[in-house]
């Protein structure tokens, strides 16, 4: 709960919202935006969060403090009843270079050090499960995220895209799976995400087996993105908009929504059927149906939902 909204009663931070639309940006205190080192959070409306990935000088490419801060905000963010809709985009020349080659080359002499091959496949293995956990947290978030993609997006970039909800970007961005031009395969999710976003196998096996280049429009195309903006301000002015939007409806059905179609995407149709009709035995309980349907049938406002 924000300090201002243990001093004022809701009824007064509605009017006060009235009459200054950017009364929302105080709205939160500072006190409930996590800070990390590589990443830049901040609240531009009420109940939207917008994360950029703050590495500008190294083109934000994705050292390990990096995938380690992703992780952690977006399972905070996850649990924050004061998020409702993340916005994810990157500040700086373009959205991400990949991971952080330097940082990741490090692991050469340390592995050099261990004699064993079974310690040495440990160590790796936590790497590795750590860099994939970091990126299905955008996915195990029941907060929609709506990534806003500008420039470049190459190697881990893609991977964390594809685990975001709703992805856009502008129309001189380009895209790589890079990982095959450095000698490895893909393991943090594109080749288990990408096919299932774009529904092109073909497609995904040349882009992975080649590493090359994409543009807007082809991503476009083949719907990888839903959406391309002439410019990265007009992009992430209306994915706040978007994530506005969002944030007004009851949060209990956009939750259940992003879970019931995460889960669906990898099970059958009578499977994700059974998974929901579980979940509405009780969510269709909640005041939020109650209220939204009176709402509705009575031509009324759409009412405001408390926090979840
Ligand atoms: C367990 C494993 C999990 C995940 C694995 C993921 C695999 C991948 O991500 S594969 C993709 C790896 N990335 C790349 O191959 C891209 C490398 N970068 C480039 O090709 C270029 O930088 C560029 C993106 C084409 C941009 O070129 P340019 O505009 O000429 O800028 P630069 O001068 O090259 O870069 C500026 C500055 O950023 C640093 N930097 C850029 N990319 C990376 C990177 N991936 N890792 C570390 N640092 C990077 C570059 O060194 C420069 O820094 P200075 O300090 O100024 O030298």
């Known amino acids: 709960m924000s300090?201002?909204?243990?001093?004022?009663?809701?009824?007064?931070?509605?009017?006060?919202?009235?009459?200054?639309?950017?009364?929302?940006?105080?709205?939160?205190?500072?006190?409930?935006?996590?800070?990390f080192e590589t990443l830049a959070v901040s609240v531009p409306k009420q109940f939207v969060y917008h994360v950029q990935l703050n590495r500008p000088d190294k083109l934000n490419?994705?050292?390990?403090?990096?995938?380690?801060?992703?992780?952690?905000?977006f399972q905070k963010l996850g649990?924050?009843?004061?998020?409702?809709?993340?916005?994810?985009?990157?500040?700086?020349?373009?959205?991400?270079?990949?991971?952080?080659?330097?940082?990741?080359?490090k692991m050469g002499p340390q592995?050099?050090?261990?004699?064993?091959?079974?310690?040495?496949?440990?160590?790796?293995?936590?790497?590795?499960?750590?860099?994939?956990?970091s990126i299905s947290s955008l996915e195990k978030c029941p907060k929609p995220v709506i990534c806003a993609v500008h420039d470049a997006c190459i190697g881990a970039g893609v991977n964390l895209i594809t685990a975001?909800?709703?992805?856009?970007?502008?129309?001189n961005a380009w895209f790589q799976v890079r990982e095959v031009a450095i000698?490895?395969?893909?393991?943090?999710?594109?080749?288990?995400?990408?096919?299932?976003?774009?529904?092109?196998?073909?497609?995904?096996?040349?882009?992975?087996?080649?590493?090359?280049?994409?543009?807007a429009d082809e991503a476009k195309e083949f719907g990888m993105v839903s959406k391309v903006f002439e410019t990265k301000e007009s992009m992430v002015e209306k994915a706040v908009e978007l994530a506005e939007e969002?944030?007004?409806?009851?949060?209990?059905?956009?939750?259940?929504?992003?879970?019931?179609?995460?889960?669906?995407?990898?099970h059958s149709v009578q499977e994700g059927l059974d998974h929901i009709r579980i979940w509405n035995q009780t969510m269709l309980q909640s005041e939020d149906f109650l209220n939204a349907t009176m709402a509705q049938a009575t031509k009324s406002p759409p009412p405001t939902f408390s926090k979840l």
């Open 164 to 171: 975001a909800d709703i992805r856009w970007c502008t129309n």
């Open 183 to 215: 000698g490895m395969a893909a393991d943090v999710g594109v080749l288990q995400r990408l096919p299932k976003v774009v529904g092109n196998d073909s497609l995904v096996r040349e882009l992975a087996f080649t590493g090359r280049k994409f543009v």
């Open 246 to 266: 969002i944030s007004g409806l009851s949060p209990v059905a956009v939750q259940l929504t992003k879970r019931n179609l995460v889960y669906s995407r990898d």
């Open 79 to 105: 649990d924050n009843a004061d998020c409702r809709a993340i916005v994810l985009s990157a500040a700086g020349r373009l959205f991400t270079a990949g991971i952080d080659l330097k940082d990741f080359a």
């Open 111 to 133: 592995l050099a050090e261990i004699d064993d091959v079974a310690r040495r496949c440990r160590m790796l293995e936590k790497t590795i499960q750590l860099y994939q956990d």
């Open 61 to 73: 490419a994705m050292n390990r403090k990096m995938w380690l801060e992703v992780g952690e905000c």
């Open 3 to 35: 300090a201002l909204s243990r001093v004022l009663r809701p009824r007064t931070l509605e009017t006060l919202r009235s009459i200054s639309p950017n009364f929302v940006a105080m709205y939160s205190n500072s006190a409930d935006i996590p800070k």
